[in-house]
């Protein structure tokens, strides 16, 4: 049961267990988007609220596994109060990471080089590597990422 | 191959009928594979895929249109498939109401456009069940948007059987009642010949969703009296890429084609064509010829076992699974639909403790264990019950004691691991 231990690591069961973040912002102010996984039937509503270039605050509701969950409550602990510049990077970082194995399986993602990617980085966030393994859960994965991009790119669209 | 019964009760030698299935011998992260996905696919027996692989070896040809001998010896094989497809379901005319499509979601889709279109118009009410498969609801409510129908749908019951107490009002006027034979979720086996006798008393049509039934228990079209009935080969250890549309003639007679092509006329001008007749008008273009020589080779095999054998195997070792997931895991593990019974198929969706059923089915998989989690196509239904999702492991003849065992050992760890 080796890669089922590195697909479920601790920390992604501490976060799914006792999410952080959870709820909603009401909105307005906060900008609300959902992303669902029409194949498992997963979803995820987040709530941004942006103050001064800085993602001030994020709200995550929604339900489904343990990996899109917990990848949800990760993403909302690395990116609350980073500047938005920070935020997108870390976007593209961390699907990067998720399309290394996953690029030749239909991902439209651009594919990222290796040594862009620095864990170090990603901090927590790298105990979601082990999903890479297990193709089928990548979309679990990035679900939340995929809303949160969608949602930093709508308040852009607003905000032009 | 098994020889035929002895008596028509004779139980499964499952173990010798195990070395009929090639992918049961591989292994799956170094444990023999633990196959309980058949009501999503089934695997096939050896003879099928030797039968396609002879077709091709040996035979293959376009049909209907050669005089050279293997196109001759091809058209008779399609046409072969077709009759016994036909027999299989008790058709009383199979060479004429036997339409080889694509799978039972294009049989539907089928009903629906060419019957749908013909027969039903603005304002009039059709009649579902809240246990379809999407196959058979969204046909309907693409029919339903374009000429504006009223839906209206048999409630679930909290067992997981159709609530029929407000079964007259509800088909009262409607003029197409739509059932699955079988529920892909629950298991639920649907009394077809007494919801056909209603719907027939209100005058309507009915067609049925035969694609979990057929495969697993004795169906009778006659007996049932429904009007169309669909299935697919793949789930009943035949080939992808084949379905089956059965029709009765005088309705098949009164549809206006499916799709368009070859094969499907009588005769072509620039400004106008004429359709042939029944199945060949449902059928445009080269249809999947090895796919129905192996759907021969698939109900062959099925036969010779014995339907009925294979229903009281599937019957027992469901009652038997019921009962094992009770003793062991007890109230954390939830199963839907109606007790095991005469009204039940060895379909089995589960809920176990809060652990997501794509997390079940990952760390089962680790098992050798393939079950299907997510929200099997019946979203309604689902919502209904109150889930996202559940992890279905559904049985097959070739299943057994210990494939319920190994299913059992993996939720437990599954239960261990999310704890």
């Known amino acids: 049961m080796a890669d089922l231990e590195e697909l479920y690591r601790e920390i992604i069961l501490d976060h799914y267990r006792s999410p952080r973040n959870r709820g909603e912002l009401e909105s307005p102010p906060a900008h609300r988007v959902e992303g669902f996984n029409p194949l498992c039937g997963d979803e995820v509503v987040i709530s941004l609220l942006v103050e001064g270039g800085k993602l001030a605050d994020l709200k995550i509701g929604g339900s489904g596994c343990s990996i899109s969950q917990s990848s949800a409550s990760l993403m909302s602990s690395a990116v609350k109060g980073k500047p938005l510049e920070e935020v997108r990077q870390l976007i593209h970082t961390f699907k990067g990471m998720m399309s290394i194995h996953g690029a030749q399986l239909g991902q439209d993602d651009e594919p990222v080089e290796a040594e862009e990617i620095n864990l170090e980085k990603l901090g927590e966030l790298a105990a979601l590597q082990g999903v890479v393994k297990f193709p089928v859960r990548i979309k679990c994965a990035t679900l939340s990422w995929n809303a949160l991009a969608q949602g930093l790119d709508e308040m852009a669209d607003q905000a032009s | ?325 009770d003793e062991k895991l007890g109230p954390d593990c939830h199963v839907f639909g109606p007790p095991a019974g005469e009204d039940r198929g060895g379909v089995i969706s589960i809920a176990y403790r809060d652990v997501h059923a794509h997390d079940l089915a990952q760390v089962l998989d680790q098992f050798g264990v393939c079950v299907r989690p997510g929200h099997h196509c019946a979203k309604p239904l689902m919502r209904k019950l109150g889930v996202q999702a559940t992890a279905r492991a559904s049985l097959s003849l070739f299943s057994d004691e210990h494939d319920i065992e190994v299913l059992i050992e993996g939720l437990v760890e599954a239960g261990r691991l999310f704890g």
């Open chain 2, 1 to 325: 191959m098994t020889p035929a019964p002895a008596t028509p009760a004779a139980p499964l030698n499952v173990e010798a009928l195990r070395k009929d299935f090639p992918l049961l011998t591989r292994t799956v992260h170094d444990r023999p594979i633990v196959y309980l996905d058949s009501a999503s696919s089934a695997l096939q027996p050896q003879t099928v895929i030797t039968a396609m692989a002879r077709y091709y070896e040996t035979t293959h040809a376009n049909v209907h249109r050669g005089v050279y001998a293997t196109a001759e010896e091809s058209t008779h094989l399609y046409e072969q498939a077709r009759i016994v497809a036909g027999r299989f379901v008790g058709a009383p005319d199979p060479e004429h109401e036997i339409v080889f499509t694509k799978n039972t979601t294009e049989s539907l889709n089928l009903v629906a456009h060419s019957w749908g279109r013909t027969n039903l118009a603005a304002g009039d009410a059709i009649l579902l069940t809240e246990m379809e498969h999407h196959a058979n609801i969204v046909p309907w409510l693409m029919l339903a948007e374009e000429v504006g129908l009223e839906v209206r749908y048999i409630p679930v019951d909290g067992e997981g059987r159709l609530d029929l107490d407000e079964l007259d009002t509800l088909v009262s006027g409607v003029k197409l009642v739509g059932l699955s034979a079988m529920s892909n979720v629950l298991g639920t086996i649907n009394p077809l010949a007494e919801l056909t006798a209603v719907a027939h008393r209100a005058g309507a049509v009915v067609v049925a969703d035969g694609a979990q039934l057929v495969p697993h228990v004795p169906v009778d079209v006659a007996a049932l009296g429904v009007d169309f009935i669909a299935f697919s080969a793949h789930k009943m250890m035949g080939p992808t890429g084949i379905g089956v549309l059965w029709g009765r003639a005088e309705l098949l007679d009164a549809m206006p084609p499916f799709l368009g092509g070859g094969g499907m006329i009588l005769d072509v001008k620039l400004d106008s064509f004429r359709s042939a007749p029944p199945p060949a008008r449902f059928e445009a273009g080269t249809p999947p010829i090895a796919e129905a020589v192996g759907l021969t080779a698939a109900i062959e095999y099925l036969n010779e076992i014995g339907m009925d054998r294979i229903r009281a195997h599937e019957l027992a070792l469901t009652g038997h699974a019921l009962a094992r997931l």
